[in-house]
């Protein structure tokens, strides 16, 4: 199985929640999209940790099965449909989360995040551990 990690997903494992952690320790890959990226080093930025989150993000990123996902012209075009889609059903969420969502539907996987939200996007199968 493939996974895609939201924000959220990243920060509760790094909390070292239980059942997220086992259940990254069953799949094939797992996915981190470069607008979690963006978010992560936002929140390095604006925290009082900002060199130690870092690096605890380079040691993930570089473990086996771990692999960035960045914004070609596929995940471009389905946030754009993902976004007519939501705001012809009154459903809009967060832009970024619309770049999350379609990352994930693009590469196949799919997203654990613990935002309801995502609930409302068609199409994309959601694990919340």
Known sequence: M????DTNA???LMLGYAPLKELLESV???????TV???????????SRR????????VFLSQPGVERHDIDDCVAERYGVLVCQLS?????IPTNDIWIAAAAMESGAR???YD???????GLLVLSP
Do not use: M
């Open 2 to 5: 493939k996974v895609c990690l």
């Open 10 to 12: 990243y920060s509760r």
């Open 28 to 34: 094939d890959q797992i996915l981190v999209p470069a």
């Open 37 to 47: 990226l963006g978010e992560l080093h936002a929140g390095f930025e604006l925290g």
């Open 51 to 58: 060199q130690a989150n870092c690096e605890q993000l380079a």
């Open 88 to 92: 012809r059903a009154g459903t809009p």
């Open 111 to 113: 997203l654990i995040s």
């Open 116 to 122: 309801n939200h995502f609930a409302c996007v068609p």
